[in-house]
């Protein structure tokens, strides 16, 4: 039996969103969690008011209906009608969200609680489990409303879990590792937190989803949380600080305060082949997307409305170095410009986040530029991938979710050397300065800085630019060049295929 201290740990995949919790324990066991009561707690002779009061417990005429995503209770005991208190609490719940009962080992109360739970519409058990010792167990039983119930087999295999807490890209470099379980006969179950994970929502190699809202789990929290999911599977794969803080530095932390050189030296190892290492699989690279049937439909459906050709460009990355603007103010503007002259079949489509629309400036009114920037959402991005002919833009989620795709790809390094990132990419083009001066490169004595950046204080902005100062020193002339390489291939290919069917 699971002692009682680790019943904490079974609560975070179903306290996401915004809760209750009605409970006689002193304190939250989150700090999201809204705490309600009847009257006041003491703690250490203290007295600490609860988030809500209410009048009684039995319903909770506060909240309104469909407004909670989750609520937990351990004081089933003091319900009078066991009937109308259920049924309220399920009424406050929205759609998806779990009702979270921690019952004492009374079998009475536990009879009388699961013969009126059983007149819940569209409740569905998802976690029964007991903890405790000989002496005292409660009982931990929690309810999903949903409207479709879905019956999953008994699993019988090892059970996997892998843990990657990032942004896009982090995630793509897990979806190989998922696969590498998967292949050794796991049955995979995958942590991660949105926006994120929302990648891999559909992915077959991962078998169930652990997902856990941004410091849901306090990080001081983590470790314990991590320890007791060891204990729960028969192997535990964290990838959490694999790349960042590993290979590369964290502000705050020695290895940021490094010399160049050394950082370079302990530092330059491929992230891909050593989340492989860490989880005991081959680094066999499958870093692959998988979108649905209609997204498919939706991506076939946009590429109908283009020319011949596609050139989809990703603006901007999650840090202030993953952007591009060439070697002088209109850079990119230029190359833009460069492209639709040159190449009389090509379309361009641009995509990023919402802050990415300014660099779209003066190219809404040219009709083979199409601006999807903070309109389509990552996972649209990602499908139109296969849909391309070319994709470019700074070591992104987006470039890294084609890493193993046949699309041909321009990518522009900046924290991150061609060994770290893209050593085994298909299709690739990797671009980097050789002749940087910054606070993380020194005077050109690496090949990059190796460091997380989260602002402009340890990155140089180029003031011509805007951008960092490894940007801006990749030519205008560097990227055309890699285009105009790409583009050519593919027209002799295209006259090659032509002469041959004739």
Not at 215 to 242: A, G, M, R
Request: charge should be negative; charged fraction near 25%.
């Amino acid at each position: 039996m699971i002692s009682k201290e680790n019943l904490r740990w079974e609560l975070p995949r179903y306290t996401r969103g915004t809760g209750i919790e009605i409970s006689t324990a002193p304190t939250k066991a989150y700090p999201h969690f809204i705490s309600v009561s009847e009257q006041d707690k003491q703690i250490e002779g203290h007295s600490i008011p609860p988030d809500v009061r209410v009048k009684q417990i039995q319903t909770l005429d506060l909240f309104s209906s469909l407004s909670l995503d989750f609520i937990v209770t351990n004081r089933m005991s003091e319900v009078v009608d066991y009937f109308i208190t259920l049924t309220d609490y399920w009424a406050k719940l929205k759609n998806g969200g779990h009702l979270v009962l921690l019952l004492p080992e009374a079998e009475d109360l536990q009879t009388v609680v699961e013969l009126n739970l059983k007149k819940l519409k569209n409740s569905h058990v998802v976690c029964d489990k007991q903890f405790g010792d000989e002496e005292s167990v409660i009982r931990l039983l929690v309810l999903k409303k949903q409207k479709q119930l879905t019956t999953k087999l008994k699993n019988e295999k090892p059970t996997a879990f892998l843990c990657r807490l990032g942004a896009y890209g982090d995630n793509m470099q897990a979806a190989s590792v998922a696969y590498g379980l998967k292949q050794q006969g796991y049955h995979v179950t995958y942590m991660g937190s949105p926006p994120g994970i929302d990648v891999l929502l559909f992915d077959p190699n991962i078998d169930e989803f652990y997902i856990t809202d941004k410091d849901q789990i306090p990080n001081h929290n983590l470790v314990e949380f991590w320890n007791y999911q060891k204990s729960q599977h028969d192997k535990f794969v964290n990838l959490s600080e694999s790349v960042e803080g590993t290979f590369l530095a964290l502000p705050g932390r020695t290895p940021h305060e490094w010399s160049p050189v050394i950082r370079e030296k302990f530092m330059n190892y491929n992230y891909l082949q050593f989340a492989h290492e860490l989880a005991g699989v081959p680094h066999d690279p499958q870093v692959h997307f998988y979108p649905t049937n209609e997204e498919k439909q939706w991506a076939y459906q946009q590429r109908q409305k283009m020319g011949k050709n596609v050139i989809m460009w990703s603006l901007s990355g999650s840090s202030v170095h993953k952007t591009w603007n060439g070697d002088h103010a209109r850079g990119f503007d230029q190359t833009l410009a460069r492209i639709l002259t040159y190449y009389k079949d090509v379309d361009v489509v641009l995509v990023g986040g919402p802050e990415t629309i300014m660099l779209t400036e003066g190219w809404d009114k040219e009709p083979r530029v199409h601006i999807h920037c903070g309109d389509w959402t990552i996972r649209q991005t990602l499908t139109f991938i296969d849909y391309v002919e070319m994709l470019v833009g700074p070591e992104t989620g987006v470039l890294n979710a084609a890493c193993c795709s046949s699309v041909d790809k321009i990518v522009f390094l900046s924290h991150s050397t061609e060994e770290n990132l893209t050593r085994d990419w298909k299709n690739t083009q990797a671009l980097s300065a050789s002749n940087v001066t910054c606070p993380g490169r020194g005077n050109n004595e690496a090949k990059a800085c190796h460091q997380l950046h989260y602002g402009w204080k340890h990155c140089k902005q180029n003031t011509d630019t805007g951008t960092a100062e490894c940007q801006s020193k990749i030519t205008v002339e560097m990227v055309w060049d890699a285009i105009k390489n790409v583009m050519d291939k593919k027209a002799k290919r295209a006259m090659f295929d032509m002469a041959v069917a004739k």
